[in-house]
């Protein structure tokens, strides 16, 4: 079985940036950096609690978009148990590190200057790596996920140039978009998120008078074996990159109060999206178990409603993978600023646009390689990808246990209020889960995520190299911001 992410499969003090900044690399120090400078690029706007809210929707899940093949590897009941009690496994765990730690850190940066700061800086620069590769490649199926729905209107795209050409419009389109300002993506998320999830609404409303609640307690069809390495694999899809989103916290509006609200109401509302439609069409609906691929909530919509709303919910789907690719990217680019800024990657990898005063380096770089990603049958660097995903996480959930032990005074606005043995208890749930999950993974899987754990591992000598080499310049002696 192979790690999925979000694919049908998912943060310091706001830095401007001046000629001389830099950054105290100290594993054991407590703050981040400022602004210490006159000479500042512009400032742009912070996000605030709505766009926040709705970019760790977006980080996560985008829609019910995907939750179907719960249903057709273990039938009706389990998938609804499923989407009930796997929220409280993985993603509420996972919710209250990213709000103990962003609002303890509130960087740029997030997961990267959390293992820096607990382990030092290899295990920082290979938290980066990791998670990187796993953000990156998955940026580079949203586009082509647009082409495939588009395809079906319009013939021409479904290969040749006409293919190519247009997964280089929409992904050079979407990263400007990105380009222009977080804000606008924040309020474009919010826009996004209300229309892609409107259709799913008004069809669980239509579907009420038709629902037979004996449906809801059907364990499958007689004769159909449960397939639980799909139906693990995607509960473990439609709910994780709850962490994705602390890679900006530094662009967040009052991060020590806004985190932690923002990331309770998205787990909400995330687990409300899954669970109504889900509930609603199961209820509704008597078809062959076999039929519930990923798409058929389409199906259904026709089924219940009419083909009106089918084609309403698959442009719901489009506009989903816009808010998707738009999430990923802004934490992909503010990851890329933030390891710059603790002296991980070059000083030049925290350029801010002047106009928009947005990481230009970092959306640069990440959509460059998911656009030459996008070219690729990339199904298994995408596996392997999200392999690497799962060993951060691992990572994460040390870094985080070894904070509370190693910086106990640390002032953290928000703190899970449990003490070491229980956030131990915590933790060894979903940790339990990866090493699963993982050690059933195929071997072609083991072998490129471990050829990209080699490479991340050589790419931190060679910048430790050009660092003592002064080939590069990176950023030093900056001022300190306490968490």
């Given at each position: 079985m ?43 706007k ?63 940066g ?31 199926a ?34 400007f ?97 899954y ?33 009106w ?15 998707l ?12 600023l ?11 990898c925290?350029?801010?646009s ?7 380096v ?11 990603i996008s ?109």
């Amino acid at each position: 079985m192979e790690i999925q992410s979000n694919i049908p499969s998912p943060g310091q003090v706001k830095q401007a940036q001046n000629d001389k900044t830099g950054l105290q690399t100290s594993p054991n120090s407590l703050e981040l950096p400022v602004t210490t400078a006159a000479k500042a690029a512009p400032i742009s706007k912070k996000l605030t609690l709505i766009p926040l809210i709705f970019l760790i929707y977006f980080e996560v899940a985008g829609g019910p978009y995907g939750e179907e093949p719960a249903v057709q590897a273990a039938g009706p009941l389990f998938a609804i148990l499923g989407f009930l009690i796997f929220p409280f496994i993985w993603s509420v765990p996972e919710a209250l590190i990213t709000a103990e730690l962003s609002t303890a850190f509130p960087g740029n940066g997030g997961f990267v200057i959390w293992a820096e700061r607990a382990f030092g800086p290899f295990w920082g620069s290979l938290m980066g790596t990791w998670k990187f590769l796993s953000g990156v490649i998955n940026i580079a199926a949203f586009p082509v996920l647009c082409i495939d729905y588009l395809e079906k209107i319009i013939p021409a795209l479904e290969s040749g140039w006409p293919r190519y050409v247009s997964i280089l419009v929409s992904t050079l389109s979407l990263s400007f978009l990105n380009y222009t300002g977080l804000t606008i993506v924040g309020y474009a998320a919010v826009a996004l998120g209300i229309v892609s999830l409107s259709p799913f609404i008004l069809m669980s409303l239509i579907a009420i008078p038709k629902i037979q609640p004996h449906r809801w307690i059907s364990l499958g069809q007689k004769g159909v074996k449960k397939d639980w390495n799909l139906f693990f694999n995607c509960l473990f899809w439609n709910l994780n990159f709850w962490d994705n989103v602390s890679t900006l916290a530094g662009e967040v509006d009052n991060p020590q109060k806004n985190f932690p609200l923002a990331l309770l109401v998205a787990v909400i509302f995330t687990c409300l999206a899954y669970l109504i439609p889900l509930i609603a069409v199961t209820g509704a609906v008597s078809v062959d178990q076999s039929r519930w691929e990923t798409g058929f909530h389409a199906e259904a919509a026709e089924i219940i409603a009419g083909k009106w709303l089918k084609v309403w919910l698959e442009i719901g789907a489009v506009l989903s993978a816009i808010g998707l690719f738009e999430a990923q990217l802004s934490s992909s680019a503010y990851q890329v600023l933030g390891m710059a800024n603790i002296a991980i990657l070059p000083k030049f990898c925290a350029t801010r646009s002047k106009k928009f005063n947005t990481p230009f380096v970092g959306i640069l770089i990440s959509t460059v390689i998911a656009l030459a990603i996008s070219y690729m049958n990339f199904t298994v660097i995408i596996s392997s990808a999200n392999f690497l995903y799962a060993l951060g996480m691992l990572l994460e959930f040390a870094s985080f246990i070894w904070l509370r032990k190693k910086m106990p005074s640390l002032n953290r606005p928000y703190r899970v209020p449990m003490s070491i043995p229980g956030l131990i208890i915590m933790c060894l749930i979903p940790s339990s889960f990866l090493i699963f999950v993982m050690a059933i993974a195929t071997k072609t899987v083991f072998l490129v995520s471990g050829v990209m754990t080699v490479a991340g591992m050589g790419w931190f000598v060679f910048m430790r190299f050009c660092k003592s080499k002064k080939l590069l310049e990176f950023s030093e002696n900056v001022e300190i911001h306490e968490g």
